[in-house]
């Protein structure tokens, strides 16, 4: 059995977004479920090289967490069923803990330098 998993694809050349399904295995529903209850999308794009990028994208961090590129042909639904299977949530966490930790340093940086000559000594960022 399968279902239909849905999807967004941008489409040349202005990245018009248009929501798209395949049907992909009901083992990987669950899987597939996860990636939504955690904030996430399944998006893809085609290339100015003619490949397919399909990438899991974080609407949280408003990035992509995942991303894999491959020929446009009949292993596009093959590769996004992959790329569900393999989702992982603690991968995820670690990654946005990566990114806010980034964030969090780099804006401590810039307040350094625009305190810097004043009394006020911003925060570091905690370490875990």
Sequence with gaps: MTFPAKFTQFL???GRQKKVEIDVPDDVREQYDAIHAAGCRLTTEMLMTGQIAI???????????????????PE??????????EFDGKELKKWRDELE??????MAD???????????????????
Excluded: H, W
């Design 12 to 14: 040349m050349p202005d």
């Design 55 to 73: 990438y899991i994208s974080d609407l949280q961090a408003e990035d992509d967490f995942f991303c894999t590129v491959i020929p446009n042909g």
């Design 76 to 85: 596009v639904p093959k590769a996004i069923e992959k790329m569900i299977r």
């Design 101 to 106: 930790e980034e964030s969090c340093r780099a």
């Design 110 to 128: 810039e307040m350094r330098e625009e305190c810097e000559g004043t009394s006020y000594v911003p925060l570091d960022c905690p370490t875990d």
